[in-house]
């Protein structure tokens, strides 16, 4: 007789599967205190210069009526061109801020944003699920979700190696591989509409030389680039489906005949 046994492990200790690679749990039960500011992070300037930047492509092709930005790094961006112009910034200890709120229990009700910008959080959140998940909440239906996060398979991410390293921003967080968050997304019923690897060579003092290495590069390494943007879009589906107008063929009726005879004209 054979017996089939189904246990349902908490998200806690339940290992990730990724292309068949079985991997670490997202989940942490040691606290991380994220960063407030870039200036906190090592070459922290620098990669606000080259996040600015992806995100300036994308600020134009917002529309709503409230924007969410997450995190200090988050609030430290600049968003004046957005056409979203209500934005609300929620961190602790950043001076730019204007909301001071847990991000597992945001004080907002379902869908009230039109997009929500997540600037380098996942690394220092001790539960990247139930932040997606709060974040999701909060979301309007075809809204967006722009996340940032730097890569492990990196130069970058490689330096967190190093013991000196393990106790500095950005070494200090976790690193997620972006299809790893990609994956989370696409639980929760997100389109990836746009994911750019970038910053494939770290921060050096010769911008110009820099630069043009990093153009000479950008399509052959862009797997190990040192930081990733991944634009999502909500999209819901109907839980009932509509059903088609159909148009039902008319029934054939026999019709009346006349059917007197001459005999019963002459009976009346």
Known sequence: MLLTVSMNLSPAYDVEHLNGIAMKPARTLKPIDPPHSW?????????????????DEWW?????????????????????????????????????????????????????FDACVIAHQLEYCSDPHRLLREV???TVDDGYMLISGYNPVSILGMRGMLPWNRKRYPWKGRMFMPMRVKDW????????????????LPATKHQACSAWVEGMLSDSCASIGSMYLIVARKRTFPLKPIKPTWKLRRQLAPLGVNCRTNASRKCQ
């Open 136 to 138: 999701d909440r909060v």
């Open 60 to 112: 134009p092709k917002l529309f709503g009526y409230h924007m969410l930005k997450l995190g200090g790094l988050s609030c430290e961006l600049a968003s004046g061109h957005c056409n979203i112009q209500h934005q609300i910034c929620i961190d602790k200890f950043n001076p730019l801020h204007n909301v001071i709120a847990d991000p597992f229990a945001l004080p907002f009700v379902e869908k009230s």
């Open 39 to 55: 200036s906190q992070v090592t070459n922290g300037e620098w990669a606000a210069e080259l996040l600015q930047a992806q995100l």
């Open 185 to 200: 997304l696409s639980v929760l019923n997100y389109e990836v509409v746009f994911h750019e690897n970038f910053a494939v």
